[in-house]
């Protein structure tokens, strides 16, 4: 086997390889051989077809067929023999494929870039400490209670909190526009479902009672005719409720599976969630910040076939939100590329600077840290020990655990390295979203 290579842009290279003929046709010969024994044939007996009738009948097809697997293999040999390291599936342009000719053919891919990693030293991680107050419990608490609060009707001014049915018209210079009306509305004041100054504008105000409210909408409205338009709602209220929350007994707690041990148990359970997503909360800001700082710090040239590769994957995972009730084509044309790129990118570049990580310094999973992770993810279910086996019979499942065990393996492998201040803050603090 002959090879040559040569670069023909950043990543791409184009590899020609030359095979004897007699490589293809001892192949196809053989395999005609075999047909010979087990085709039928009008007029033969089976295992009786003349080999040049064979050869008439399906030499072509079988030659094809021995082509394609004779490239495919050569090709995986040639690269190897090359140490090059394809990105994507190669584009294959065969050249000579006549019987009795060396076989020739190029082949046209990408290629991994070389990843020169950063000195971890360089990089800068506050890491948030917290703990779970028993104010924060009492927090918690009022959260739950207003989920489970019943709404009772009420004659009063409309106060933040109250549940409102309204009717209302939008006006813009005197014109109703599209979407401004609605008729039996039920808002929570204070959600900020509507446009803003729109729910204070129906504070103090009684079922029955009308009135204007001039607003104006954002800037960034999602409807273009309607930024930053001055506009005149006219909102009457039909009705208010105003929420009950529940008793703190024994219904309320089984509500939330605790059954037995009264509020100090349930208390104990409400303190053991807050502090488990107090500790993933703050695992995660630390890990942002690495992945951010490491992102940041490595310009990378990337293959096309791994964004591209990428970007189907995350069109896929919105389409699986939507209920994955959408065809290919239509999902391309809603969802199109441009809208995963940049994501896109940034996934493939911590793709391999990661893995890179790994590689240079012989990072291997940890089974007891995967293990620990399928246990936490388990205990949110009522048999976990159900969750933790299928888990565990699922490889495809424990791959993406396995994954996760090793990136965070690979945070606190950098954390050794980097500058690393710890930063008193609170619970809500540390469990707010950070802004993308």
């Not at 933040?160 to 209302?168: A, E, K, L, N, Q």
């Amino acid at each position: 086997m002959q090879v040559s290579i040569e670069t023909t842009s950043g990543l791409e290279r184009r590899l020609t390889v030359n095979l004897s003929a007699e490589i293809v046709d001892r192949e196809v010969d053989k395999r005609l051989q075999q047909a010979a024994k087990t085709v039928r044939v009008n007029g033969f007996r089976k295992g009786k077809v003349p080999l040049k009738l064979v050869r008439q009948r399906f030499g072509a097809g079988v030659r094809q067929e021995v082509l394609g697997e004779v490239m495919s293999r050569s090709f995986q040999e040639a690269v190897e023999k090359e140490q090059l390291k394809p990105a994507g599936q190669p584009s294959i342009e065969a050249k000579e494929t006549a019987a009795g000719k060396n076989l020739e053919y190029v082949a046209t891919f990408e290629v991994y870039p070389q990843v020169a990693l950063t000195d971890l030293a360089e990089i800068s991680i506050e890491r948030p400490i917290a703990a779970v107050s028993s104010a924060d419990i009492d927090n918690m608490i009022d959260v739950l209670r207003k989920q489970q609060s019943t709404w009772k009707d009420t004659k009063r001014k409309a106060q933040m909190g109250d549940r409102v049915s309204i009717d209302f018209i939008g006006r813009k210079d005197g014109e109703v526009f599209e979407g401004g009306e609605a008729k039996g509305e039920q808002l929570v004041l204070g959600s900020g479902q509507m446009i803003p100054g729109f729910e204070d504008g129906i504070l103090g105000m009684k079922p029955g009672e009308e009135r204007d409210v001039d607003l104006t909408f954002p800037a960034d409205y999602q409807d273009e005719a309607l930024r930053s338009a001055a506009v005149t709602f006219h909102i009457k209220v039909n009705s208010a409720e105003l929420p009950e929350l529940p008793e703190l007994d024994d219904v309320f707690f089984e509500a939330y599976g605790v059954e037995g041990g009264g509020e100090e148990k349930f208390r104990e359970e409400v303190r053991s969630n807050m502090e488990r997503e107090l500790k993933n909360a703050a695992l995660n800001k630390v890990k942002t910040q690495v992945m951010d700082q490491l992102f940041e710090k490595h310009q990378l040239e990337l293959p096309a076939a791994l964004v591209t590769g990428e970007i189907k994957t995350l069109r896929a995972q919105m389409i699986q939100q939507f209920g994955g009730q959408v065809k290919v084509e239509d999902a391309e044309r809603m969802l199109p590329d441009t809208m995963f790129e940049e994501q896109a990118r940034r996934r493939v570049v911590l793709g391999l600077v990661v893995g890179e990580i790994v590689k240079q310094n012989d990072l291997t999973v940890d089974p007891e840290r995967v293990k620990a992770k399928v246990e936490e993810l388990a205990s949110t279910y009522q048999q976990p020990e159900e969750v933790v086996d299928y888990y565990y019979s699922n490889r495809e499942l424990l791959t993406g655990v396995e994954s996760v065990a090793l990136e965070d393996q690979v945070v606190d492998f950098i954390l050794v390295s980097a500058k690393l201040e710890d930063v008193e803050s609170s619970y809500d603090e540390v469990i707010k979203p950070q802004k993308s």
